[in-house]
């Protein structure tokens, strides 16, 4: 991601909603929902970036279920 991009996203820097965005997906991550803590970045960069980032998105998302397919092995 271009780092001027990455600047517009709802994780990056320090403020509140940038707090509360990073809340949201640790709070996931503890609650062991990958997938949704993945969902609510991969949802905040289509809404701000519409196709740009879709090939990437969709190698992250592949690349997460290989790792969950492994798992379950």
Do not use: C
Not at 3 to 8: C, G, N, R, S, V
Not at 56 to 61: H, K, M, P, S, T
Request: cysteine-free; proline content about 1%.
């Amino acid at each position: 991601m271009d780092a001027t991009d990455h600047k517009q996203t709802g994780s990056w820097g320090k403020s509140k909603a940038a707090k509360e965005f990073r809340k949201q997906e640790t709070e996931l991550l503890k609650q062991g929902d990958l997938k949704g803590a993945q969902k609510i970045g991969v949802e905040d960069v289509k809404k701000k970036f519409p196709g740009k980032y879709d090939k990437a998105i969709g190698d992250a998302l592949n690349y997460t279920d290989e790792l969950n397919k492994k798992k379950k092995n």
